[in-house]
């Protein structure tokens, strides 16, 4: 069985651009969560979402968006890119909800310039 | 704000030794305990995890140590390897803030051989 796929693998853009990252989970899963992970650091919660609906938000600033589709992917977008943003963006499926294990995809390393 | 520490920041090891990686939480209200393998490019993979009513949950080589009352876990991998070099990350996580994981500033494991 595939595990969580994440794409791009790589991304590098300017300040002041917008990006959008993708995310499919593990078959049968039906959450999504997004971490940001600063390098040297361990991952910070953005956003979960649940049968297509969000369920949790990080302490993010309105510029980091996110939505879930019917068979379950999840696209996280990032307007008006700062220097800051700058990461590994990590996807975690989950099967269901809170109490489930949550399973990480390689993640998308974004460059800011 | 900080809700999980976790000390050292790096270790190094000899093949066959005892690594210990400890984490300290403040939220009582946390009760789901994970720690994650990291290698460089991929994504954190759950290694064990505990809740609070247990202090002690061996797997293999890796065992948490859980205390309670001093709101204080740890990580004891027993004849340690040059295959666990990696970074470790303990994270926590609470009935009221949903599937959301706190993480760990993480540790960078080295184990010579």
């Known amino acids: 069985d595939a595990g969580v796929t994440q794409s791009p693998t790589h991304l590098i853009k300017t300040r002041g651009q917008q990006v959008t990252l993708r995310c499919s989970p593990i078959s049968g899963h039906k959450s999504v969560s997004w971490y940001q992970q600063v390098l040297g650091q361990g991952p910070q919660f953005i956003f979960q979402y649940y049968e297509k609906e969000e369920r949790g938000r990080g302490n993010f600033p309105d510029r980091f968006s996110a939505r879930q589709f019917p068979n379950y992917s999840s696209e996280l977008n990032v307007n008006a890119l700062l220097l800051g943003d700058s990461a590994l963006y990590l996807c975690?499926?989950?099967?269901?909800?809170?109490?489930?294990?949550?399973?990480f995809g390689p993640g998308t390393r974004l460059t800011v310039l | 704000q900080q809700q999980v520490k976790q000390s050292p920041q790096s270790l190094i090891v000899q093949k066959g030794g005892i690594s210990i990686i400890n984490c300290a939480y403040e939220?009582?209200?946390?009760?789901?305990f994970p720690w994650y393998q990291q290698f460089p490019g991929k994504g954190p993979a759950l290694l064990i995890a505990?809740?609070?009513?247990?202090s002690e949950k061996k797997e293999g080589r890796f065992t948490i140590s859980f205390n309670k009352s001093a709101k204080q876990f740890s990580l004891h991998i027993m004849d340690s390897q040059p295959g666990d070099s990696a970074t470790y990350f303990c994270a926590a996580r609470g009935e009221t803030s949903g599937s959301r994981l706190t993480f760990g500033e993480g540790t960078q494991l080295t184990v010579n051989p």
């Open positions: 505990i809740r609070p009513d247990v």
């Open positions: 939220n009582t209200a946390f009760d789901y």
């Open positions: 975690a499926s989950q099967y269901r909800g809170t109490t489930d294990t949550q399973y």
